[in-house]
């Protein structure tokens, strides 16, 4: 299959491929040999896609695979925030390309739902110049537009599940980008509090129960908030705990 170049902004430079193993992977490999911060790996297919914490990331053709190279000059804990800018650019790329679908909610840190199940994921790694600052920052973006995989632990969904036509990948990859962009600009110019506040508009189980699912405990409580940057506030056992990573999932 030969790929459709997408119409991108100046500041970024995309890099083809029909398949690789993980677009992260393969970015990863590119910053490593100097690539420029704005470098996308794009590809039709992953034969070994991954999600966060190496939970395997199902890459048929037909859906969106996509790994951004950045190069913040700013903390480790402050370049994490461009995960809640990407789920803001792939929540306003899908209402644009499928508003028929209503709202789609962030699920923290880094998830996209539609009608409750997950139509899309992002993947942020990042290798270390110093221990406060990155050396560079790889956002990986996977979106369901064709299909979606049966039996996951959160239910997902696609474009196409919903009944709507999905849109082309390369359609779809050039607004995640354009609205990328702007979700910068605006973390840029304001900060991370405009983030946030878009963020938490779009909040899936705010103020509401959940189970947070840490790397070893699983805590059930309120989901209060999160804070200045990016943390998950939970009201758990009389105590507000503060998460910088795990899981949520919603408590039925």
């Known amino acids: 299959m030969t790929l459709s170049c997408p119409l991108l902004p100046a500041a970024y430079r995309l890099v083809l491929r029909e398949t690789v193993g993980s677009t992260n992977d393969e970015a990863k490999e590119l910053a490593r040999q ?33 790994s951004l190279i950045l190069r913040p000059a700013c903390s480790v804990e402050r370049a994490a925030q461009l995960g ?32 409750g199940r997950k139509i899309a994921g992002i ?16 956002v990986g973006i996977g979106v369901n537009l064709a299909s979606a995989p049966p039996d996951t632990e959160f239910p997902a969904t696609s474009v196409a599940d919903e009944g709507c036509l999905p849109p082309a990948p390369e359609v779809a990859l050039e607004a995640v980008v354009r609205h990328f962009e702007i979700w910068t600009q605006h973390w840029q110019q304001q900060g991370f509090a405009r983030v946030r506040e878009a963020w938490r508009a779009r909040a899936f ?3 509401g129960p959940i189970r947070a699912r840490l790397e070893t405990a699983i805590l059930y409580g309120r989901f209060v908030d999160i804070d200045q940057h990016g943390a998950l506030l939970l009201e758990t056992a009389g105590e507000l705990r503060r998460i910088p990573a795990g899981d949520v999932f919603p408590v039925t």
Do not use: H
């Open 34 to 66: 100097g690539a420029a911060a704005g470098t996308i790996v794009w590809a039709m297919e992953q034969t070994a896609g991954r999600g966060r914490r190496g939970r395997c990331w199902s890459s048929p053709r037909g859906n969106l695979f996509a």
């Open 84 to 115: 809640f800018v990407a789920g803001l650019a792939v929540a306003d790329a899908l209402a644009e390309l499928a508003p028929s679908l209503g709202a789609f909610v962030c699920k923290w840190p880094n998830d996209v739902l539609a009608r």
């Open 123 to 138: 993947l942020m790694e990042s290798e270390r110049r110093t221990y406060e600052t990155p050396a560079f920052l790889i």
């Open 205 to 207: 189980a705010l103020g």
